[in-house]
């Protein structure tokens, strides 16, 4: 069992930054990779940025330059630092953790947290 909770979204206007936390408690040793997805009103929910325990990191091409993912280990929490942020940004952010359960991937996800672009 794996356990996210994130923090940090909030009201912020265009061309500001936010950096938002998700701290994983439990089997956190079984976490292979860990990822930020995020989903607008009325849209899918798309993959933001990800980060394996390797520590290789990807994001999708239209945040590359402006968000950044990172991990603390000894806090067991990852970040997205999000700067430069547009309208377009605004979602609901889920942290996502992909696990091994008897051998197999399993997603955990959290509760997400609201980020809300405008001026």
């Known amino acids: 069992q794996v356990q996210l909770v994130e923090s940090g979204g909030g009201l912020v206007q265009p061309g500001g930054s936010l950096r938002l936390s998700c701290a994983a408690s439990?089997?956190?040793?079984?976490?292979?990779?860990m990822a930020w997805y995020r989903q607008a009103a009325g849209k899918e929910r798309e993959l933001v940025a990800a980060?394996?325990?390797?520590?290789?990191?990807d994001c999708v091409d239209s945040v590359k330059g402006r968000f950044t993912i990172s991990r603390d280990n000894a806090k067991n929490t990852v970040y997205l630092q999000m700067n430069n942020l547009k309208s377009e940004d605004t979602a609901v952010y889920y942290c996502?953790?992909?696990?091994?359960?008897?051998?197999?991937?399993?997603?955990?996800w959290g509760q997400g947290t609201q980020v809300t672009v405008s001026s």
């Open positions: 980060i394996t325990s390797g520590g290789s990191t």
């Open positions: 996502n953790a992909r696990s091994v359960i008897d051998h197999r991937p399993y997603d955990y």
């Open positions: 439990g089997s956190i040793f079984s976490i292979l990779a």
